[in-house]
């Protein structure tokens, strides 16, 4: 079964009073350990479609579920808690606050679940993107590609099944960039997650199990990479 | 021979100031029984055995006390003191083994206490006796009980001792006048831990005034009232010398059933305490059963009190405490059973009573008594 | 509980840390606001818990009194006494007096030493050998520190020695004497009268006894709840504490403006970090909760240190509070100040309530922020969209209400609806703030003020919430400023004149002993006529008053002699009654006046007909007329000094006035007056001196409101230093910007004055004209109701000018330490930092 499941999704906003049709009858899956790409100009709807499958914003139409539950039925509240348990985000600027330390930016998702021992697992998922000894730098002692590590362990904190990124490797250089771009591809491998990154780089969209090509709010085009 | 006397005994000025009670005084009523304020010390005393329609029986005392500070108040006011006006007001409830007793004191003051001959009122508050002709109207009032009583003379006033002078000790004005009322039929209301009770019987009162009493080596007193069942009365003194010798100035009065009385000295009595109760307040031991012997009028008597507690227990340091209840008299005169009722005071048991002020002490000043509560 | 303590340290905590001065500021703010509150009230309580009567401490509480104005007869007492019925008496007789060393004021006490020796604090041994010294006392530690000392005190015109025998120990009776009763009539000039008698009753008394009681009394005396005066005192400073409560409350609004201010700058801030813990799973009131909760922090931190501070105020408040009690209400020696639980839970209680209430809005705008904010990409500036047109219909709105409520009649005898007329007011001008300075930063000043200025300007406008609420906070704090200084200059200039109007004799005579406020000292009934004697003088004057209690409230009872009031006197009457006509019947039987506090608080108007149980007799008297007075906010009910006479027999006078004749020499009178008053204690004081005296005691009643003013204004300077702080830390980049397009430091110094100084003025502005309305409402609605004075309206301009000048000048101070740190920023590091 597919972990992520988008059925016919529209979004449309209202900005002073005009109606922009973010996303049109957009339907796709992903699966678990699959690592796919999401490629378009600026505007084409890749961070729309990124907020409705984090179930950070509800659709105008359509369906999205994730792990098997619809978004539909579920109020703010409700949302919160699928994100804390199923989604995990990597963000361009790597939204890292700056006055925690490393592994107290990785605790923060367990912390805001109330979860206990939030400690030992940051420092295991920093262990895992290979940032141990860092873990107490705070993140203006970081360089962007350590930053980004940083925020891909907060992503993976709370062990969810769905990792979601949007332009990780937009503030990077090339050679930091391959690198997330490979720790992302061991997430969908290695833990068996869906990884579904927003991206401009050709380097890191080859990167990728499946390519979706966004234009317009619609699906142009899905690739298969040959990659897995 | 009332204890209400060492309330203030000790702040006693030179009796020189004030008349001494000497032989010769002459009575008259109904004037002689209001206010003498030439005297220094003046008291009413009234005592009685009474009993409800259902037979419980039930004492009383109230008694209203003045005593001069001064000749002479130090300025018009009338709150400047001259007189002091105490008084006591006590119920015996024999049947419960209760007592209770009140204490006041106050000045003339704008007439909070007095002695009134043309009201015929003595009153302290709303504690009072007035006369309305021959007949007494008693009231006391307090948190546990009002009494109202109207006592009937029996008899005509008894005037004591000798020439009109009761003698207490030797030398010049050692001595009382001292009249009686010693049959009093008394009717009326008792008021009384939330009942009413219609109340008939005896009662007794005395009257005296006097300036400078006693003597220093007498030690304390103990006075009877007698009511015999043949209509005749007695009232016995024995005042108590330093080492427990009898005082030879003791004396008695024997009121026949004419109203006629007859002087007794302290030769014609004998006095023996046969039972002793120790007060729990003041660890006083009181004797509360005596044998009254009066060979002279062939009376021998025992006399019991029906409730042993009815000790008023000054709570001050110089508030002496003194013992006054209703007594039960019986035995045998002439031959033939007698029984009677009265009271007892007995004074000087916790502590020698001290009747004139002591020397200064170093500082310049004499006892002097603290105002009851 | 253990993750989201932790959250709540690393999130919000720890970033208050992180700017520890600011942090610092806005806890100052929210301190000095509670601790002004904690102040007055600990003040306040302290000063009204030394109305009680020194007696109940001494003699046990009594459960009834008996009363009547101008005392009782004391053969009441006999006649009670006698009543048979189960009760205790206790007659006093009390009086004021001052020690002759120090002039300190004493309270004397008369009472029944022997037959209350028992319960009295006087007893012993010596009691009846000190009864026969006729100047026998017993005292308190202040008046004597050991028996046998002799003092010398000062009672109505005598100065005479006493014998102390003993000490009395209690609280409250450090300064309170007992003499016996006899001698305490001697001494106060009451022979024959009692002040009251105290009744206790015993436990099990049933209703009948007090019902037998109430029968036994004759008309014109009062039996009522033992303590009332007490209570009369209390409630009679009810109105005075009420109004300095809601003053003390001034500092907490504008702390309150700045803890919303705090807040909202943190919400500001932080929208990407409130987005990325939606995008991590927060809910909305999780967000919430944690800004109040930051809010809160604030709030029991300022609150605890306000407790602190309270402490150090409430000392001074009290010492304002106790003179200004001494002089207007009555004589008193004030409570220890206490900080009880009651006092602890006020101040959080304020503290957290101020504290939630002004972080709510901002709080809520944290749990609305979209998660989808968090993926949005760089820096998301986002300024609330303000609906200027709809706040200014919502000012409107609140401005109508706020007349429509200064129209209302007082509620419970305060003036709730003036109260809330003010504070529509202020939300209303705080509603409106946001379009002013919008359309202010619309005009191009460039040309005239210089670039910064522009810059200052739109820097204003780019960041309108945030400067509305500071703008604000500070019009808020001057508009208060401005309205108290209009009513206080007002106030003033209106006494002023009416002094000038009123006091019309050359020289005024008063005994020693009397204290502010209570009229029970006297003069020699002899003086008077001694003085007229003295070719200088043309005629003099004699008043008498009696402190007496009027439903339930204090009140003054006086006498004057009407035809030299005709001749002499220039009472002026309200609605334009005639004078002369008024005067006339006044002397001709049982016809008063009354003044205007009076006539207010009781709600009375001429034609109504004043019942006054007088020395045990009902009297009844017509009131003619009710004339202005500012001597007093108890009042005045005036007779005639004959009629009151045939009352109460006491020829003593409280004062005279003395008129000279035309032409004589004022030194040479002066001197006169004083060899005819020789040997006795008298205060003989000249008609400018007792003006001068009166303005003094004025100023001095209004030391404790300008002390709340200058407070109130503190905190808003504190938090305008706060916010610009914040601001130069928020706009660091923009100035970074701005020096590397060329600006010098000191033009960004200017910069951020100009912005201080912008706001500044745009807040003065606004404050004045509230100023102005909350004035009238002052002025016309809550000193109205409360106080009943009818005051002038006069424009204190000088003072006015200086406040205003000193608020600005504080408003630039405030700017000149962010402005020093943003020109001293780096701009490569900021840039560097981003």
């Known amino acids: ?228 | 021979m009332k204890a209400l006397a060492v309330l203030v005994a000790a702040l006693s000025l030179p009796a020189a100031e004030f008349r001494l009670a000497k032989p010769g005084y002459e009575y008259r009523f109904p004037q002689d029984h209001f206010a003498h304020p030439e005297f220094q010390t003046e008291w009413w005393y009234f005592t009685g055995n009474l009993s409800a329609a259902s037979g419980r029986r039930f004492g009383f005392e109230l008694t209203f006390f003045r005593h001069a500070v001064a000749p002479e108040a130090a300025s018009a006011s009338p709150w400047s003191v001259r007189d002091l006006w105490m008084a006591h007001a006590a119920l015996s409830d024999i049947e419960k083994g209760r007592f209770l007793w009140r204490e006041r004191i106050n000045r003339t003051g704008p007439g909070l206490a007095g002695a009134d001959a043309a009201t015929g009122c003595v009153w302290n508050g709303n504690w009072q006796v007035c006369w309305r002709g021959e007949r007494m109207q008693l009231e006391a009032v307090t948190e546990e009980f009002m009494l109202r009583l109207e006592v009937v003379p029996q008899k005509p006033p008894v005037i004591h001792g000798r020439d009109g002078t009761s003698r207490k000790g030797a030398g010049e004005g050692r001595a009382s006048h001292y009249i009686s009322f010693t049959r009093l039929s008394a009717t009326g209301t008792l008021s009384y831990a939330g009942e009413r009770f219609a109340l008939a019987g005896t009662a007794w009162m005395d009257h005296e005034f006097f300036t400078n009493q006693l003597s220093d080596e007498q030690l304390g007193w103990d006075w009877f009232s007698i009511q015999l069942d043949n209509d005749t009365e007695l009232m016995l003194v024995q005042i108590r010398r330093a080492g427990g010798a009898v005082d030879p100035f003791s004396h008695g009065t024997l009121v026949e059933v004419s109203g006629r009385s007859r002087h007794l000295e302290a030769g014609d009595f004998r006095l023996e305490p046969l039972t002793r109760w120790k007060s729990p307040a003041t660890g006083a031991l009181y004797p509360i059963r005596w044998r009254i012997q009066v060979p002279a009028l062939e009376l021998e008597l025992e006399a019991a009190t029906p409730l042993a507690s009815q000790e008023l227990a000054g709570s001050k340091v110089l508030l002496p405490s003194y013992w006054e209840g209703a007594m039960d008299y019986r035995g045998r005169l002439r031959g033939g059973p007698v029984t009677g009722r009265g009271y007892l005071e007995m004074t000087g048991y916790d502590r020698p009573v001290r009747l004139s002020p002591p020397p200064p002490a170093p500082g310049g000043r004499a006892a002097s008594a603290t105002p009851p509560d | 509980m253990k993750a989201r303590a932790l959250l709540f340290y690393r999130l919000l905590v720890r970033p208050m840390l992180a700017e520890p001065l600011r942090t610092a500021l806005t806890l100052l703010a929210v301190a000095l606001g509670v601790g002004v509150v904690v102040a007055i009230e600990s003040a306040g309580r302290a000063a009204a818990g030394s109305f009680r009567s020194s007696l109940e401490t001494v003699a046990g509480e009594a459960d009834y009194e008996i009363t009547a104005a101008g005392g009782l007869p004391e053969e009441l007492l006999a006649k009670l006494a006698r009543l048979p019925v189960p009760i205790s008496l206790a007659p006093r007789v009390e009086g004021s007096g001052r020690l002759a060393a120090t002039g300190t004021p004493v309270r004397l006490v008369g009472m029944d030493l022997i037959a209350e020796g028992g319960r009295a604090p006087v007893r012993g041994q010596e009691l009846f050998e000190a009864l026969r010294e006729p100047h026998s006392i017993w005292c308190g530690r202040a008046v004597a520190t050991q028996p046998g000392q002799t003092i010398r005190l000062v009672i109505h015109d005598v100065a005479r020695e006493y014998t102390v025998r003993g000490l009395i120990e209690g609280a409250g009776l450090d300064s309170t004497l007992i003499l016996d009763i006899g001698a305490a009539q001697e001494a106060l000039r009451k022979p024959g009268r009692l002040d009251r008698i105290e009744v206790r009753l015993p436990e099990s008394a049933s209703p009948k006894v007090e019902a037998r009681l109430r029968e036994a009394l004759p008309e014109g005396v009062l039996l009522r709840p033992a303590g009332a005066r007490t209570e009369e005192n209390r409630k009679m400073l009810a109105a005075f504490r009420w109004n300095l409560r809601v003053l003390s409350y001034i500092a907490l609004i504008v702390g309150a403006f700045l803890i919303y201010n705090t807040i909202a700058i943190s919400v500001l801030r932080r929208r990407a970090e409130i987005g990325l813990l939606r995008a991590l799973g927060a809910t909305r009131g999780q967000v919430g909760a944690a800004f109040l909760a930051e809010s809160a922090l604030f709030g029991a931190l300022g609150a605890a240190l306000g407790l602190l501070a309270g402490r150090l105020m409430a000392e001074g408040a009290l010492r304002l509070m106790a003179s200004t009690v001494d002089t207007l209400y009555a004589t008193s020696s004030p409570a220890p100040l206490s900080f009880d639980a009651a006092i602890i839970g006020l101040a959080f209680a304020v503290g957290l309530l101020v504290a939630v209430a002004s972080a709510l809005a901002p709080a809520i705008e944290a749990a609305r922020v979209a998660p989808v904010e968090a993926l949005a990409r760089g820096r998301y500036h986002w300024e609330r969209r303000l609906a200027v047109r709809r706040n200014l219909v919502g000012t409107l709105a609140l401005a109508s209400a706020a007349g429509l409520a200064s129209l209302g009649p007082p509620l419970g005898g305060k003036p709730v609806l003036g109260y809330l007329a003010a504070v529509l007011l202020i939300a209303a001008m705080a509603l409106a703030m946001p379009a002013l300075i919008d359309a202010v930063a619309r005009l191009n000043l460039a040309r005239l003020a210089g670039v910064e200025t522009l810059i200052a300007l739109r820097g204003l406008r780019a960041s309108l919430g945030r400067s509305a609420v500071l703008a604000g906070a500070l019009a808020t704090a001057a508009a208060m400023v401005i309205a108290v200084g209009i009513l206080i200059g007002s106030f003033r200039e209106t006494v002023s004149l009416w002094l000038e109007q009123q006091l019309a004799a050359d020289f005024y005579l008063q005994p020693e002993a009397a204290t502010g406020a209570e009229r029970d000292a006297t003069l020699d009934p002899a003086l008077a006529a001694e003085l007229a004697r003295l070719d200088e003088i043309a005629e003099v004057e004699r008043f008498r008053a009696y402190d007496i209690s009027f439903n339930g409230l204090p009140a003054y009872l006086a006498a004057v002699e009407t035809d030299l009031a005709r001749r002499w006197g220039k009472l002026r009457f309200l609605g334009g009654q005639d004078r002369e006509a008024i005067l006339e019947r006044l002397g001709t039987g049982n016809y008063a006046i009354a003044s205007e506090p009076f006539a207010s608080k009781h709600g009375l108007r001429p034609g109504d007909i004043l019942r006054l149980p007088l020395a045990g007799r009902a009297a009844e008297f017509e009131l003619l007329g009710i004339y202005t007075d500012y001597s007093n906010e108890r009042g005045y009910i005036v007779v005639d000094r004959d009629v009151l006479l045939g009352y109460l027999p006491d020829p003593a006078p409280t004062s005279l006035a003395l008129y000279l004749q035309a032409g004589a020499d004022r030194t040479s009178a002066r001197a006169a007056i004083e060899r005819a008053c020789a040997g006795r204690e008298v205060r003989l004081i000249s008609n400018a001196e007792l003006r001068e005296e009166a303005l003094r005691i004025f100023d001095r009643t209004f030391a404790i409101t300008w002390a709340l003013e200058a407070i109130a204004l503190s905190v808003a300077v504190i938090g305008m230093a706060g916010a610009l702080l914040a601001l130069v830390i928020d706009r660091r980049r923009e100035l970074a910007l701005l020096r590397f397009l060329g600006a010098a430091g000191t033009q960004i110094r200017r910069l951020l004055v100009g912005e201080a100084a912008a706001l500044g003025l745009l807040a003065l502005v606004a404050g004045s004209a509230l100023g102005l309305l909350l004035a009238l409402i002052l002025i016309f609605v809550i000193n109205k109701q409360s106080f009943g004075w009818t005051i002038q309206l006069h424009w204190p301009a000088g003072l006015l000018a200086a406040a205003l000048g000193l608020v600005y000048l504080a408003t630039l101070l405030a700017a000149l330490y962010p402005a020093r740190l943003a020109q001293r920023l780096n701009p490569i590091e900021v840039i560097h930092e981003e």
């Open chain 1, 1 to 228: 079964m597919a972990l992520l499941e988008l059925e016919e999704v529209s979004k449309s906003y209202r900005t002073d009073g005009v109606t922009v049709e973010a996303l049109r009858g957009v339907s796709l899956e992903v699966d678990a350990g699959e690592f796919v790409a999401l490629v378009g100009r600026s505007g084409c709807g890749k961070t729309t479609l990124l907020n409705l499958a984090g179930a950070m914003d509800q659709p105008t139409a359509g369906e999205v579920r994730i792990a098997g539950v619809s978004t539909r039925r579920l109020n703010d509240a409700a949302l919160a808690r699928l994100r804390r348990t199923s989604v995990g985000f990597v963000f361009q600027s790597f939204q890292l606050l700056g006055t925690l330390t490393a592994v107290e930016n990785v605790e923060l998702p367990l912390l805001v679940a109330g979860q206990a021992g939030a400690r030992r697992a940051a420092l295991e998922r920093l262990d895992w993107v290979g940032l141990a000894d860092l873990a107490n730098r705070y993140p203006h002692q970081l360089s962007g590609g350590q930053m980004q590590r940083v925020a891909i362990a907060r992503a993976l904190a709370a062990s969810p099944r769905l990792i979601l990124a949007d332009e990780p490797t937009g503030n990077l250089d090339s050679a930091t960039a391959e690198s997330i771009v490979g720790l992302l591809g061991r997430i969908a491998s290695e833990q068996g997650a869906a990884v579904l990154m927003a991206t401009h780089s050709q380097e890191a969209a080859a990167a990728c199990h499946r390519l979706i090509r966004l234009r317009d709010g619609r699906i142009e085009a899905i690739e298969e990479t040959g990659r897995r």
